[in-house]
């Protein structure tokens, strides 16, 4: 049985978020003239935090086409031609060849889900990264400082199964920090995902291409935020 689309959403997400995050550390590393040494510590967090908002921005997607739907049948362009010379015998042929009336974009529709999706979407997006991030990174925080830059001892603690301790956490910190960088994200999301969603909207048919066109654009997305998130 092949998997559900939204489970495909999600592991194409999760792989780009890692791959995203690999990136983000090779232009560290150019920036700081070092080699690159691979961290899993930050891609492990950024698999598991695409592993966790995919399948409800999915289902967001999916309220937002169902509740505002892409097109509306409008007549074709050889039918109001025909109606407006009272041309029956060709309506009738057009009729039984099916060109009567064909789908249309709706682009009230369109930018009401744009709208929303860069307010409502853009805003529970954001509280839930930053969350997510100051919240597993905390829990994370009490890795040795020897495993900092070594690929096997970054991967030895993700192993060891004391690896997220979520005991260790400070929330009221958590949310000063997320409170703090909110609009600064916000913000820069504004420069880049209306046009991404402007796209989707118009052009990509169904819930399962937009996602994976939204995963594309986050790998870019991704590369950013993970640098905010390596401050």
């Known amino acids: 049985m092949a998997p559900s689309p939204i489970v495909v959403a999600t592991i194409q997400s999760a792989v780009i978020g890692a791959i995203s995050n690999v990136v983000a550390q090779f232009i560290t ?5 070092t080699s690159l040494v691979i961290d899993w510590i930050p891609v492990f967090q950024f698999f598991a935090f695409a592993c966790i908002s995919t399948p409800p921005n999915f289902m967001w997607q999916e309220f937002l086409e169902s509740a505002f739907p892409a097109t509306h049948i409008a007549p074709t362009k050889e039918a ?15 009729a039984r060849e099916g060109r009567l009336v064909e789908p249309k974009l709706n682009k009230g529709n369109t930018l009401i889900k744009t709208l929303l999706d860069q307010t409502v979407g853009a805003a529970i997006n954001t509280l839930l990264f930053s969350m997510f991030m100051h919240g597993i990174q905390a829990a994370m925080a009490h890795r040795t400082a ?37 609009f600064s994200i916000i913000k820069a999301s504004w420069t ?20 994976l066109m939204g995963s594309l654009a986050g790998l870019v997305w991704g590369v950013y935020m993970s640098l905010i998130a390596a401050q």
Do not use: C, M
């Open 192 to 211: 880049f995902w209306p046009f991404v969603s402007l796209v989707n909207f118009a052009f990509l048919k169904s819930v399962a291409s937009r996602t």
């Open 29 to 33: 590393a150019q920036r700081n003239e």
């Open 146 to 182: 020897a495993g900092s830059g070594a690929p096997a001892q970054s991967l030895e603690f993700l192993l060891s199964g004391k690896a997220v301790q979520y005991g260790n956490v400070d929330w009221a910190v958590v949310w000063a920090k997320t409170s703090r960088e909110f």
């Open 80 to 94: 109001i031609a025909s109606a407006a010379a009272g041309n029956e015998k060709e309506l009738d042929q057009e």
